[in-house]
């Protein structure tokens, strides 16, 4: 069956055959999400060429792991979380590397953040998104799952393996931030 043909069947008829070894179906599977998660993983990472990375290794995995997806959410539900989950390993593996290096003095990071936004009045999707890209790495995850993605606190806690202060902490410190570079 061509890949046009599988666009029409359901997530759940095309997640049953690719869980068969029909390879179609699960490129159907990709095509319906591809754009989805990478723009997830652009927003978490906030480096295309990382998005890219992440967004192929998010499908592979979820090819890999595909015969444990039960049905119990919808697929995309399912297939969002393995990617942010994904990230989060990525991020705590990274984290682990550099844990013998110096952490950038809080002022140095303001004055990075405000270098990278756009010195515009009238706030555009663009500029946005550039500041976004510039806070520090757990405000801006906290901020992308809380603000962007709709996922409570308690989730993220859960997620990040962090309290639900921290989350609470990061998302206050990501919202200061995006004003003060923002404004």
């Not at 759940?12 to 869980?19: G, K």
């Not at 890219?52 to 792991?65: G, I, M, P, R």
């Not at 976004?132 to 993605?149: H, K, S, Y």
Request: aromatic content about 6%.
């Amino acid at each position: 069956m061509a890949v046009a043909q599988r666009k029409q069947q359901s997530d759940t008829e095309l997640v049953s055959a690719a869980q068969r070894g029909d390879r179609l179906a699960f490129e159907a599977l990709y095509r319906s999400y591809v754009g989805r998660i990478f723009a997830l993983c652009v927003r978490l990472t906030a480096s295309r060429d990382d998005a890219e990375s992440l967004t192929q290794d998010a499908f592979v995995h979820a090819w890999n792991k595909l015969d444990r997806f039960a049905g119990q959410s919808a697929f995309g539900t399912w297939l969002h979380r393995l990617t942010v989950n994904l990230m989060l390993d990525r991020r705590r593996a990274d984290q682990r590397r550099r844990k013998h290096e110096t952490p950038m003095d809080p002022d140095e990071q303001a004055m990075a953040l405000r270098a990278t936004a756009a010195p515009a009045r009238v706030i555009d999707r663009l500029e946005l998104e550039r500041a976004i890209a510039g806070l520090p790495e757990g405000a801006r995850t906290v901020f992308v799952l809380q603000e962007i993605e709709g996922y409570p606190v308690r989730e993220i806690a859960g997620m990040m393996g962090i309290a639900e202060g921290t989350v609470k902490a990061q998302g206050f410190r990501a919202r200061r931030l995006l004003r003060e570079v923002l404004s």
